[in-house]
């Protein structure tokens, strides 16, 4: 019987990792307004926590506007886009979010950036819920892995208790 219990505490240890891994939100940057020059972005980040494994999601007219990675604040702040780390132009480009720290983006189209058209995305470690869900966002809300592991608990107190 006991090594029927580690069999099944086995597998939801596995299941539950996997899904603490995969399980992280999807932002729309600009929110329903997307990347636009019309969208206030430093407004559309401010209400955003996001996370170690998010993806920010980039919606724009492609030949009209790009999106360019900045190497810095200083970039960030002067619209240097001439050195930017990565340039994306499909109208559709989807960034994850891998390391906790600061990242920058810029529209490459000229004028752009100096209008506003630039964001500022801080990224934390992560570890228990994410952000609140707003429909501005356009986020997706799940749970990180420590509310996974502790809400199978339960389910594995049955289990023991009925193979025991």
Known sequence: M???YNCVFLVVAIVTV???RTLASKYVVGGSQ???E???FNSWSSGQTFKVGDELVFKYSSGLH???ELADEKAYKSCDVG???KSLNSGSDTI???KAGTRYFACGTSGHCDAGMKVKITTGNGGGSS???TSSSQSVHVLGPFYVIASLLPIQMVLFVLLA
């Open 2 to 4: 006991e090594g029927a």
């Open 18 to 20: 996997i899904m603490g």
């Open 34 to 36: 997307g990347w636009d």
């Open 38 to 40: 019309s969208t206030d």
């Open 66 to 68: 790009s999106v360019n």
């Open 83 to 85: 050195s930017s780390l």
């Open 96 to 98: 994850k979010l891998d």
């Open 131 to 133: 952000s609140t869900t």
